[in-house]
Structure formats: C-alpha cells, structure tokens
C-alpha cells in the first residue's frame, strides 16, 4: 500500500515562496497521476493542482495558475509544489493525492485513492 508523507510547510509572509514535498513509500507512483488539494477551516478540500504519471501534463486551479507549479521526480518517488507570490488566502492545509485510474483531469476529492496527512501552510499578510 502506498503511503504519502508532505512535508514543506510553513509560515511565510505574503508575497513568499514555499516549496512543498510528498515523498511516497511502499510502492511506485511510476504509473499514477498526482494532486495537490488544500483545505481551509471550515472548507471544503479544494483541488490545486494535477500532473500525470509522465510529468507531461500539468493542470491547475484558477485561483493558483501562473503562480504554482507541480512536478515530479518518479526516480525519487516525490511530487513537488512550489508556491510563489504567496497570499493570505492560500492559508490551508496542503495534502497530496495519488490516482491510479483513467481519467484526466479529475478535480475531485472523491475520485483519489490514498492521501497524505496534509502540511500546514499559513501565509501572514
């Protein structure tokens, strides 16, 4: 069973950079697609953004496009988002995802088969 651990969060000002990490274990992410979902306080868990297992397509939210970017080393086993020009509402709980099924791009939450425990993001204005 994979299991995914983020890691990369932090408190910045508004405006900063963060770059987040999962590192996945107990399996290859070679043949899946990746997600980067956040959460608010009493929110909903919001899609971010997406990558295939190849890395040759990418899809963001509108709220983060221009600004984030998703890649991933499947060598290392690790997706990355790098978050720049940071705003106080991107403050939430950043969790990644693993796919393993058709389908492209799926934004919902519901349609994503193991999860991380989520890194804390917290930007200050």
């Known amino acids: 069973q994979v299991q995914l651990v983020e890691s990369g969060g932090g408190l910045v000002q508004a405006g900063g950079s963060l770059r987040l990490s999962c590192a996945a274990s107990?399996?290859?992410?070679?043949?899946?697609?990746m997600a980067w979902f956040r959460q608010a306080p009493g929110k909903d868990r919001d899609f971010a953004a997406a990558?295939?297992?190849?890395?040759?397509?990418?899809y963001y939210a509108d709220s983060v496009k221009g600004r984030f970017t998703i890649s991933r080393d499947n060598a290392k086993n690790t997706v990355y988002l790098q978050m720049n020009s940071l705003k106080p509402e991107d403050t939430a709980v950043y969790y990644c995802?693993?796919?393993?099924?058709?389908?492209?791009?799926?934004?919902?939450?519901?349609?994503?088969?193991?999860w991380g425990q989520g890194t804390q993001v917290t930007v200050s204005s």
């Open positions: 995802a693993v796919r393993w099924t058709t389908g492209w791009p799926v934004l919902h939450p519901n349609d994503y088969d193991y």
């Open positions: 107990g399996g290859t992410l070679r043949s899946y697609a």
């Open positions: 990558i295939t297992w190849s890395g040759g397509s990418t």
